[in-house]
């Protein structure tokens, strides 16, 4: 071919090709040792039905224990296969899993594997050949746990089909936290978990104040969830890992749309050439628009507030002379995302992906109130009275993340990715009050006050991942992460009082190397290890932290495996409790600066102990994790009348957590579900808080209990329900008055707040149920329909979320406000 | 045959029937046990405790808490405590009043002076609360802006001279280091007392006791209109510890985040704290 004839698409390739020749032939002298009598396969497995790649797809060779698993684009390599017939097992959750025989000797090109969805447990024709989950798989390493996103419709939901949601399910995930979307996990809180979309990190995950997740199911393949011990490449955090991947797109036109009492959403993947796909998807709610059942019931539980609230004058009733004009005001709430991925394949080797993320939420409560002649706040016939009130919350996040991944050599896989994300929290509630002289219009009177804060997150990434094959038996993982971050936090109180206000810069540099596979595998090809360090450098308080990680699984027969971890994790932001007895807590994010804000360290040690068979799997683990570093915010100790010195409003300090899960899980049949039972126990140690005694932390709980079952009646009819149990968690109460008398002659009555988390909440308990229909659409019935009623707290418990108490009243009043209470929803979807 | 029927039927139903089961064993057992773990047993010791030096010990009063939901707007006095005094070692065991919670030391030897060190312990019901305070020493140069105050003749010169009641003289103190003292003016008391203010004026305005709340001025002017008597009066300047500080720093209680009142008391709730003065008397007389 001419030069001048290259396509540029063959120029990219070219330029990538040479690039790669260089570190090819390095990798290849390295694997000089290698018994080349044996064979080396890779290749992609894709879905068959959209070409989608499938990451974290487990293939095996039949009749041995060896066995390898796809990257996140779908590539796999095994090395030392045989130079002979040899069978595959691929599998992958949702799909049908494929027996594959192949003749290693005759392969000249990577194997292009398709697998096919489970569409149905009645189809007779499908042979199962190995093992076949649905919507979570746990058994895969050690505190690792696969979902399907696709399948986690079939769960009951309070109005969206949700992957934080679903993994709540989990044992050892808090599923009794209907107020966040966040996980809690082993004892950690949401902001110790990394959560990753397409590699960049997301830092808040709530819609509606976090009665959903930001992630829309529709437009993620697949989620890896890390409990614990989790391996070098991952860094950062100290709880947990949530690695989610975006759908790239289908190779052929298609979509879906949904619609359920809430919101709305549509998918589309679009084929751009051969090579390239495109996917976006939308969701958003209508709750501005038309204010269903379901809305009003979430809202009133959010806010305690009624949704169309009576007509009210503000501030207050009026104490005389005319009242304030009156309005009745309806707040204006809504939530939207957008994911875009996409994909470009300029050669068989390099993947080039673009993924933009926006999701964002938003509440406005304002009222203007105009009031004529009044006497409200001491004013009369003579005064007019304005006031106005702005109360706005918005939140949300902005990511997009770019990244090549190349097969150098067959052995050899990297990632470069550059990523950015931001997260914004804006709260700002302001009332004004002015009261001017009916005939002179002169102003007597003027009020400001209300609280305003204002947090901001910007994250700037860099991160290389490499991994080399370097034997049948040993992986080599090694690579780089550069992260810079801005924070900036405003807390200013009544206009003028400023409790906090924050704008820091911070940036971390981490090295990792790891190393997996069986380092005896003739002795004892059972054991499989994985090594690894982390090397991390943070510039805010210019110290280098070593994290050693390890995993051990032994096979003691094809059924039982004993597993093992242990790691060392750092966390150099943390989102700090911003406590509020009255009125529940508030949160922000800042940098860790050694002073206020420790860098927070956790030591992970894990054990456990699992028994599978081609139908069940039973599981239990233990843990026991030093946690450092902790941080809380409390303005429960300051002064009032003096100025605020914001040092002396952080307390820091270390803790506990420990516990033991136990799982039961029917994989496959018509009926699959799990039963899940954690008993935990999590321990804060404050210097400053409590008189420096021990107390359980906010998501202490120690017993949780989860049932889920999924029922398929027939093809075209699904059943499902959970029910969670768990004990109360802690929360501080204010508890006795008591009155001093001062020397200057005056009684002064005090409230004394109790013990720190002190009080336990009821046990929390809540039965969900769904039932699915499903059916073909059109003549060809090439698309399909779902139509979906799902009723949430069935029995209608009244599980308290937290206590609210008005000191103005005497005796003091106690308000329970409850989780959301038996609320029905119905959807209808369209995949096409 | 039954027994076969049910077990086709159960067979058949088997999806249903076991999860229903386990959902009922494990509500019936995890729901049969629901406990709420609302501890409301708070029976806190609140201590208002003070010491002056050169004085008797006799301003110690006990109660407790008033837990919410009670009716009670005071709280209960605590009379049968085990109160002492510990200074230097030496232990003075003071006696209860038997009725208001107030306790006394009844006996001549203990002297509270500057600099002195007190731990107040205290045992009731079980409980076991101590508190430390120290004496301060008296304020720095209080003085007096002049050895009299004058004050109008209202009745004989007539409403005119009203205005005259806002002339102030002033008490001084040294106060480089901006601590709190406050300010106590009292007045000798008289068979046949003669008010400032025509009996007219006084039945509208009312007491005139006078104790300032704590500043961290160097100074405190006194007008006349805070005055009741014509004679003989003391200006009283009191220094005060950081305890006492801290709680008048904190009278307000923020509903927003419920502050928690700062206390020196350890097992309990409250203030002991220490005081010292200087005493200067001046007289109030009519022009």
Not at chain 1, 195 to 205: A, F, S
Not at chain 1, 442 to 462: A, C, I, P
Not at chain 1, 527 to 542: A, E, F, I
Request: net charge negative.
């Amino acid at each position: 071919m001419d030069r001048s004839m290259k396509t540029p698409e063959m120029n990219i390739a070219c330029r990538l090709n040479r690039c790669g020749l260089l570190l090819g032939v390095v990798i290849s002298l390295g694997m000089s040792t290698e018994a080349w009598a044996q064979q080396t396969i890779s290749g992609t497995v894709t879905d068959g039905s959209s070409g989608e790649t499938l990451p974290y797809a487990s293939i095996l060779l039949e009749g041995t224990s060896r066995g390898t698993a796809t990257n996140v684009d779908g590539y796999f390599v095994m090395v030392g296969v045989p130079a002979d017939s040899v069978v595959l097992l691929v599998s992958f959750l949702g799909y049908t899993p494929l027996r594959l025989p192949i003749d290693t000797r005759t392969l000249t090109e990577p194997l292009a594997i398709e697998l096919e969805p489970i569409t149905s447990s009645f189809e007779e024709d499908i042979v199962v050949v190995a093992e076949r989950y649905q919507m979570v798989k746990a058994a895969e390493g050690i505190s690792k746990v696969t979902v399907s996103p696709k399948d986690l419709a079939v769960l009951p939901t309070a109005g969206e089909v949700d992957i934080f949601r679903s993994l709540q399910l989990l044992p050892g995930i808090s599923g009794t936290n209907e107020g966040s979307a966040g996980l809690f996990v082993r004892g950690g809180t949401p902001d110790q978990n990394l959560v990753l979309l397409d590699g960049m990190t997301v830092y808040h995950v709530d819609h509606f104040y976090g009665f959903f997740s930001a992630f829309n199911a529709d437009a993620i393949k697949d989620v890896q969830v890390y409990k614990g011990g989790f391996p070098a490449q991952y860094g950062g955090r100290t709880s947990s890992v949530v690695d989610l991947t975006g759908r790239t797109g289908a190779n052929t036109l298609g979509g879906a749309a949904s619609i359920n009492l809430l919101s709305a959403s549509a998918m589309l993947e679009v084929p751009v050439g051969t090579r390239s796909s495109l996917l976006l998807s939308a969701r958003r709610s209508y709750t501005d628009v038309l204010q269903t059942g379901l809305y009003n019931n979430i809202y009133e539980t959010i806010t305690g507030e009624d949704i169309t609230p009576e007509e009210q004058g503000g501030f207050g009733p009026p104490q005389g002379g005319n009242p304030l004009e009156n309005q009745s005001v309806s707040p204006n709430f809504y939530f939207y995302d957008l994911n875009a991925k996409f994909t470009y394949r300029p050669t068989n080797r390099d993947v080039l992906g673009v993924s933009f993320y926006n999701g964002q939420d938003h509440l406005d409560k304002s009222r203007d109130l105009f009031g004529g002649r009044g006497g409200a706040f001491g004013g009369d016939a003579t005064q007019n009275i304005e006031s106005d009130l702005t109360d706005l919350t918005d939140w949300g996040n902005v990511g997009v993340s770019g990244k090549w991944s190349r097969q150098w050599h067959p052995r050899f896989y990297s990632n470069t990715l550059v990523a950015y994300s931001s997260y914004f929290s804006d709260y700002n509630r302001d009332a004004f009050i002015e009261r001017r002289d009916a005939d002179t219009d002169s102003v007597t009177f003027s009020n400001r006050f209300g609280t305003l804060e204002d947090n901001r997150v910007d994250d700037f990434t860099f991160r290389l991942d490499n991994e080399w094959q370097i034997r049948s038996e040993r992986k080599l993982s090694f690579g780089m992460q550069y992260t810079a971050s801005d924070i900036r936090y405003d807390f200013t109180r009544d206009d003028t009082l400023q409790v906090l206000n924050r704008d820091q810069s911070g940036q971390q540099m981490a090295f990792y190397l790891q190393t997996s596979g069986r380092p005896l595998p003739r002795l004892l090809p059972s054991v499989t290890v994985t090594n690894g360090m982390r090397v991390s450098y943070y510039d805010q308080v210019d110290d280098v932290y070593m994290e050693p990680r390890m995993s051990v699984s032994i096979g003691l027969t094809d059924r039982i495996k004993l597993k093992g971890a242990y790691g060392e994790f750092n966390q150099f932001v943390a989102r700090v409790v911003n406590e509020n007895v009255t009125e529940g807590a508030r949160d922000f994010w800042l940098l860790a600066d050694g002073d206020d804000v420790g860098v927070q360290t956790a030591t992970h040690y894990i054990a456990g102990l699992s028994y599978e068979t081609g139908t069940w799997l039973f599981d239990a683990e233990a843990y026991h994790k030093d946690l450092g570093g902790l941080t809380e915010f409390s303005l429960r100790f300051r002064p009032t009348r003096t100025e605020i010195n914001a040092d002396e409003l952080f307390f820091t300090g270390d803790g506990i957590a420990r516990g033991i899960e136990f799982l039961a899980q029917k994989k496959t049949g018509a009926h699959t579900g799990w039963l899940s039972y954690t008993l935990s126990e999590v321990e804060h140690t404050f210097e400053g808080l409590n008189d420096g005694d021990p107390f359980p932390a906010l998501q202490d709980q120690l017993h949780e209990l989860k049932l889920v079952n999924s029922i398929e009646l027939s093809q075209e009819w699904m059943l499902s329900f959970t029910w969670t149990y768990a004990s109360g968690k802690p929360y501080t109460a204010p508890e006795s008055i008591y009155t001093i008398d001062l020397l200057d002659g005056t009684q002064q009555s005090y409230t004394h707040v109790g013990s720190k988390n002190g009080q336990r909440l009821p046990a929390y308990h809540r039965l969900d149920t769904s039932l699915q229909y499903r059916f073909p659409i059109g003549y060809e019935g090439d698309a399909s329909g779902q139509i979906a009623l799902s009723l949430f707290n069935l029995y209608n418990r009244s599980n308290v979320w937290y206590k609210e108490y008005d000191l103005s009243e005497s005796p003091v009043g106690v308000t329970d406000y409850n989780f959301l209470g038996f609320t029905p929803n119905i959807s209808f979807r369209v995949d096409f | 045959m039954i027994l076969q029927t049910f077990n086709a039927w159960t067979m058949k139903q088997q999806p249903f029937l076991m999860p229903l089961a386990l959902w009922m064993c494990a509500a019936s057992v995890l729901t049969g046990c629901d406990s709420t773990a609302d501890d409301d047993s708070d029976n806190l010791v609140v201590v208002e405790a003070f010491l002056y030096a050169g004085e008797p010990v006799d301003d110690i009063q006990l109660e407790r808490t008033i837990p919410f939901g009670s009716s009670d707007t005071v709280g209960v006095p605590i009379n049968d405590a085990f109160v002492r005094l510990i200074q230097d070692g030496v232990t003075y065991t003071l006696s209860s009043s038997g009725t208001d919670g107030r306790y006394a030391y009844v006996g001549d030897d203990l002297h509270v002076k500057a600099a002195d060190v007190f731990t107040l312990d205290i045992t009731y019901d079980g409980q076991h609360i101590t508190a430390q305070t120290t004496v301060p020493p008296p304020p720095d140069n209080v003085q007096l802006s002049d050895n009299a105050l004058i004050v109008p003749d209202l009745e004989n010169d007539g409403f005119g001279s009203f205005g005259d009641l806002r002339d102030f003289f002033s008490v001084t103190w040294d106060n480089p280091s901006n601590e709190y003292h406050y300010v106590v003016i009292r007045s000798e008391a008289t068979d046949n007392p003669d008010y400032i203010l025509p009996d007219f004026v006084r039945g509208f305005i009312g007491n005139f006791e006078l104790v300032t709340e704590p500043t961290t001025t160097n100074f405190y002017d006194i007008l006349p209109l805070e005055l009741e008597f014509i004679g003989q009066h003391e200006a009283t300047v009191y220094r005060i510890n950081t305890e006492y500080a801290e709680l008048f720093e904190n009278l307000e209680q923020d509903s927003r985040d419920l502050n928690e009142p700062p206390t020196n008391i350890e097992g309990g709730l409250g203030i002991f704290s220490a005081f010292n003065s200087v005493t200067i008397p001046f007289d109030v007389v009519r022009d």
